[in-house]
C-alpha cells in the first residue's frame, strides 16, 4: 500500500507554469505514416521559438523498412562505430535560448539487432556518452529516458546541438533496430534566470519525505543533504533525485516523525539545470500518523443536481456539484477514490483537511466553481438526476466511505424543487444519514458550495425510529423497512422479531444501507391470511430505540377477482385548493375477508400504469397518485405511487385489471355526479356512497361532504346503505351488421349471466354466439345464423339476465331493432329545445324520428351560428338508433333533467355536451356525412308573452313534426301542466296536421291562452290552389277594432299555418270574447279574396 494515502503537506501549493510546461514536449517525431525506409523524416512540427531538423541517419547505417518508426541495418557487430547513428539538429531561433531537459524515445530490435546504445551530443564533440543502455535479448517495444544536465541549458540561438544515438554489439549485421516516439522536453524562449522553489512537502513514511520543486533542479545541488534541514531532526541522512522527474527529491531522515507533530524544512542552495540558485525557504507541515477513513468520517455533504430553474440559476454558477466534508481533525488524501452515480474517473492526489471540504463536479465546470475553493473533477461526463439517485463514496480500496440515495421530496419546498437550490445535510456528524437529515439549502446563493452548510445543526439525533412498510417478497421472506437507518447488530438479531400464526424466524439480514432487513421463515406463509409482525430491541443509528411492542400486518396476497377491489373515491379536479394536497389520486378499498396481492395490477386512466409490489388488507384502503406527488399524501395511510396520474376534470373511464388480465373494477365517472354546481368546479373529491353496491353509478356516488374536500385513505364521508334492488331494463338494440348486433342494458350487468341469457328476436332469428362487452358490463354483441333484412321491424327480449346486485331483467322488457339507414331532411326533426334552464339546471334538445327508418346518431353533429362565429359539437361516437317515431333527448345530465321535470322518459336520455344557445343564434344539426339536417332561428320571444322570467326553465315545443322548423308560428312554450317541458315524450303543444277542404280553416274555434296545454292557441290553416300569392292576416275585436296583424304581404306556401296565441299587438293578453278573423289573398295580377273567421278567446275557471 503506497504511503501517499496517508501523509501530506496542510494545503496544496500550485505548481509554477514553466515547471508544467516541462512536462509536456517541446517537439517530437511520432513517425506518423512512415514506412521506416526514408532517408530522412520530419518531426510532428517545429518548436515554438525554435528549429528542429529531420530525424536521419549516419553514414554506416542502411534504411530498412519498418511502418510508423524509423528503421535501419548494418550497426556494427562490435564496439560503437561513430559512423552508425540516427540523428536530429535543435536550435533556438534568434532572440531566444533553448533548455533542454530530458529525451524520451522507444526503441526495438530485431532478434538479430543491437544489444547496446548510447547517445551522444556535438556540445563536446560527440565525446563522451550522456546515457548508455543494454538492450535485452527480445524483440519488445522499450520506452527510454535520457536525462540532460546542466550543460543543456540557456543555449544562444547562435548553438545548434546535434544528437547522435548510436547502436552498436549488433548479434548480426543484417539485423534491425528502430526508434519512435522521440520526445523532447525543455522550453524556448527568454534565458532562464529564475531559481527554484520547493512548491510541496509529502510525507512518504514515518522517516521519509518527498519534496517538490518548481522546475527541475540540478543533480548534485539536489542530492547534497547540507541543503536540507528539518526543525527537531536536523539534516537527513540522504536525498536522492526521482530518476524520472529531476524536480522531485526523497529525504530520509535520521529517526522518525511524531504523529501531529508540527515542523519546519529548511530548504537552501538548490539550483536549476541552469544553475540559478534558490533562495533560503521554510515549509511548515504537520505529520499524521497514517489511517485508514472509516465510515462517514468523509460525507457528502451537499447536492447541488439541479442549478437552474425557468429563469436561470439563483446565485450560483450553472454547474452541478457534490460537496465532501471531512468529519476528523485529520487530514485525508482522496488519491484514487470513487465517487459513483457521476462520472467514472478516480480522484487525483487531493488532500482534503480536517474539517474541510472539497467539490466534485464534471470537468467543464471545474473552473466556474474554483472561487469556492478546492475542486476535482468526477470526468468529462455524467450527471447528478434532478429527482434523485444513489451516490456512493469509495476510498482507493474500493471500501465504501459514504452512501447516500437523495430525491427531490427532500427540498421540502416546491418552489427550491424547481431547479438552482441545493440540497444540504443538516448534520455531517451522525454515524448514519437519511432523508430526515437533508433539505433545501437556505442561502440566498442557493446553496454553500466548500463552507459550512446554511442548515447545519449539530444537536443530536433523539428522535424515535418507526416501521415504514413489510413487503412480502416471497412465500417465505419478508422485507422489513424503517424510516431511518437502523442500529446493524439490532437490526439483524432474528430474536427481536416474532410472526403470528407460530410462523418462526430462520435468519434476519440486515441491509447494508440499514434502512430495513429481511426476515427469512421456517414455514411458507399461507395465501389471503393476515399475520402480525411484533418488533423488540432495537435502535437507530444513535441509540434511540423503537417503541416496544412494534407491530404491523402483513400477508400474502390472493389474486384480485371482479369487484373485490373497488375504486371508491376519485379527485380529478384538485383546483381550487380546499384542504387537500392539490394533486390527483383514486382510492383503491379491499371489500373482502382477504390479504390481496396487487403486484402488476394495471390501472388504465387512458394509459396503463402498473402497480408495484403491494398488498392490500382486509378492509383498507390505499391512495394511488403520481409519483411526484406520493409524498404529499404520506400522512393519509397507505400509499401506491404510479408513474404519472391524468384524470379528466368532465369525466372519463378508469379500469382496474389483475395481472392476468381479469377485469377487477371499472367505473366511468362524470361530473355530473357531484349532484352539487359548486363542488363540480373543482377541490372536492367523488366519493362512493356504498361500496357493497360496487355497480352502482351516479345513484351510488356523490361529492364529499368532508371539508377538507375528501377522504383520502379511509371511509368515505359520504358512505351509507344504499342497495340496489332495481331490475335491469333492456334499453336498445343496434344492428351493426346484418349478423350483428349490440345489446344495451341501462346498467352494469353481471357478466356470466350475458353470457348464459336467452335472446329471443320476433321475427324469429337464431343467435350464434355472445361476446360480454368488457369492461363496461353494459352491452353484449349477439352473432346470428340469419341476417336481418333491410327496412325489416324487428323485436329483442331478454331473459334471465341479472344485474351486478342480482337482480333479475323483466322479461317483458323489449327493444324494437332494424337495419339503420341514411336519414334525409325532415326524417329526423329537432321537436324541442330547452336553452334556458332553471338555476342549477342544464339544457336539453330534443330530437324526434318522423320517418319509417332506422336512423344511427354516430356522428352526427349539432352546431351554433352565432353571428357567424361557429361552434361544434359532435352528439355521439357510438351506436345509436333511433327507431321509427323514436324521440331522443340530447343531455349533459340526464339526472337534472329528470328531477327538474319528473315525466321525463329517462330511456331516450343521451348523454352528451349540449352546446350554450342563446337569443338570435341559430341551431344547426348535420348527419354524419355532413349533410343538414335541421336548421333553427332562435329568439326567445318566440316563448309566450306572459311567461316568466323570459322563458327560464321552459322550453319551446314544435306544434307539429311536418310544420317548418325556422319559422316561429311551429314553437310554442310548453304547458303549465307538464312542468314548461316534455323531454322524451310527446309535446303538450302538438297539433295534428289539419285536414279540409276549404280554403281557410281555423282550429280549435274557441282556445284558452292560459299556457295549461290545452287549446292554448288557435292555427289558422290555409290551403291553394296555386302558388305566388301573397297574404295579410288580421284580428278585430267585436267593435272592429284592429287588435294585431299575424301576418303582412308574406309570399304563401300552397299550403301552410299562421298562429294566434291571444296576445295583441303590445303583447298583452286580449281580453275574452269574440274575435273575427280577416285573411286577406292577392296576386301579382291584383286578384284579391277575402275570407273571415270567427274565433273566442275563453278562460277556465
Known sequence: MSFLKHYFLVGCLVLKASFLAAQTPIAQFSFTGAAGNEASFAPDAQPANGTLSNMG????????????????????????????????TIQAQTGNFLTLTRI????????????????????????????????????????QTITLSGSFANLPSSTAVEFRIYGYTAEAAGGTWRIDNVRLFGAIGPPDLTPPTALSITPIAANQLQVLFSEAVSLATAQNTANYSLSGLGNPTAAVRDGGNPALVTLTLPSAMTDLQAYTLTVQNVQDVANNTMSTQNLNFTYFTPSTPSFRQVVINEIMADPTNANGVVGLPDAEYVELYNTTNRPINLNGWTLEGTGSATFPNVVIAPNGFVLVCLQADVSKLTPFGTVISWGTSGTLTNTGEELILRDNTNAVIDRFTYNDDMYRDARKKDGGWSLEQINPALSCSSATNWTASNNPLGGTPNAANSVLSTQPDQTIPALLRIEVLSANRLLVSFNEPMDFASLGNAANYALSGSIALSAALAQTSQLGVELQLAANLVAGV???????????????????????????????????????????????????????FIELYNRTGQVIDLERCVLNDGSNKTLGKEILLPGEYAVVCAASNSALFQGYGKVISVSSLSLTNSGERVTLQNRNGGLVFSVTYSDTWYKNATKREGGWSLEMIDVN??????????????????????????AAARADLTAPVLQRV????????????????????????????????????????????????????????????YTMRVANATDCSGNLIDAQSSAVFGLSEQAAPGDVVLNEVLFRPNTGGVRFIELYNNSNKFVNLRNWRMQRNRSGSLTSQVITTDNYVMAPQQYVTLTENGGNIKSNYPAAREETFLTTSVIAFADKDSVLIFNNNGQ????????????????????????????SFTAPTNNRNSWQSAATRV??????????????????????????QVFTPDGDGLADFTTINYQLDQGGQVGNIWVYDDRGRMIKQLARNELLALQGFYTWDGTGDGGQLVPIGTYILVFEIFDLSGRKTTDRGIVVVGARF
Not at 544489444?115 to 560527440?126: P, V
Not at 402483513?554 to 377491489?565: A, S, Y
Request: proline residues 6%; glycine residues 6%; negative net charge.
Open 57 to 88: 541517419r549516419g553514414p554506416g547505417n542502411t534504411a530498412s523498412s519498418f511502418g510508423g518508426a524509423f528503421s535501419a541495418t548494418n550497426f556494427p557487430t562490435g564496439a560503437i562505430n561513430l559512423t552508425n547513428y540516427f540523428s536530429f
Open 734 to 793: 343496434v344492428a351493426l351488421a346484418s349478423d350483428t348486433l349490440q345489446v344495451f342494458f341501462s346498467e352494469k350487468m353481471d357478466s356470466t349471466s350475458l353470457a348464459n341469457a336467452r335472446y329471443t328476436l320476433d321475427p324469429a332469428l337464431v343467435v350464434q354466439s355472445v361476446t360480454v362487452e368488457m369492461p363496461d358490463l353494459k352491452s353484449v354483441r349477439l352473432r346470428l345464423t340469419t341476417p336481418i333484412q333491410p327496412q325489416a321491424r
Open 693 to 718: 353496491n360496487p355497480c352502482g353509478e351516479i345513484d351510488n356516488w356523490a361529492a364529499s361532504t368532508d371539508p377538507a374536500g375528501g377522504t383520502p385513505a379511509k371511509r368515505n364521508s359520504v
Open 979 to 1004: 312542468s314548461f317541458a316534455t323531454p322524451g315524450y310527446a309535446n303538450s303543444q302538438a297539433r295534428g296536421d289539419a285536414q279540409s277542404n276549404t280554403r281557410i280553416k281555423i282550429d280549435p
Open 104 to 143: 524520451d524515445l522507444d526503441e526495438t530490435r530485431s532478434l538479430t539487432g543491437i544489444r547496446d546504445w548510447e547517445i551522444r551530443s556535438s556540445l563536446d564533440g560527440f565525446a563522451a556518452a550522456i546515457a548508455t543502455f543494454n538492450v535485452p535479448d527480445n524483440s519488445s517495444t522499450r520506452t
Open 932 to 959: 343538414l339536417m335541421e336548421l333553427f332561428y332562435y329568439l326567445d320571444d318566440y316563448h309566450f308573452p306572459l311567461i316568466d322570467n323570459n322563458g327560464q326553465g321552459v322550453s319551446l315545443e314544435r306544434i
Open 530 to 584: 393476515v399475520y402480525t409482525l411484533t418488533i423488540n430491541n432495537l435502535r437507530d443509528c444513535s441509540g434511540n430505540a423503537l417503541r416496544a411492542n412494534t407491530t404491523a400486518q402483513t400477508g400474502l396476497g390472493v389474486l384480485p377477482r371482479f369487484n373485490e377491489v373497488v375504486i371508491s373515491e376519485i379527485f380529478s379536479d384538485e383546483s381550487p385548493r380546499i384542504a387537500l394536497p392539490e394533486a390527483e
